[in-house]
């Protein structure tokens, strides 16, 4: 297979891939179209160099069928991110919720709770809570961000399982 003709085909089946797309691509996911049309000529390409094109259909329903199926592969992908930052939104609404709820602060002293996580939370969550960025945290405690973005993710966890066991939210 060489470039030219590879070039001729998606000359003449873009239109046919493009269609597939729209027609399959969940609302909402539309940034991602040129991913899917790279990826949809991507496997193409390589199926065709390995002959794997067996050339029972027309290369048009071949490219088509490939498309559908590359859409349906990314909306379950980005579904799947979605509800990953939806977890992670949540979680941090929650956190803050708990940090900022005056009541909260007056029923359960949270300086308690982040007494009680063991070491390496709790002085992540301690400059947190004073309002340090975690790019601060990571240069105050000499560890990566990525140390610090995994403690403040687990310590919230932990802050959150012991609200929920407090008071009894499930």
């Known amino acids: 297979m060489t470039e030219e003709a590879f070039a001729d085909i998606v000359g003449k089946t873009k239109i046919i891939v493009l269609s597939a797309i729209k027609k399959y691509l969940y609302d909402g996911y539309s ?3 040129d991913d899917i049309v790279q990826e949809t000529y991507l496997r ?11 050339e029972e259909a027309k290369i ?9 199926n590359e859409t349906f592969r990314m909306n379950k992908k980005l579904m799947k991110l979605e509800k ?6 949540d979680s941090l ?8 709820n005056s009541e ?3 029923e359960l ?8 996580l063991p070491e390496k939370y709790k002085s992540v969550m301690r400059l947190y809570i004073d309002g340090k960025k975690e790019k601060q945290i990571s240069d105050s405690l000499s560890i990566p961000v990525g140390t610090v973005k995994s403690r403040l993710h687990r310590g919230k966890k932990m802050l959150q399982k012991y609200y929920n066991k407090e008071y009894n939210y499930v």
Do not use: P
Request: aromatic share 12%.
């Open 44 to 54: 193409a390409y390589k199926s065709l160099v390995n002959g794997k094109f067996r």
């Open 93 to 100: 609404i929650l956190f803050n919720e708990i940090v900022e």
């Open 109 to 116: 002293d949270i300086e308690a709770i982040i007494k009680s």
């Open 84 to 89: 990953i930052k939806e977890k992670k939104l």
């Open 104 to 106: 909260f602060k007056r």
């Open 31 to 33: 940034h991602a179209i």
């Open 60 to 68: 048009s329903s071949w490219l088509y069928t490939i498309a559908r």
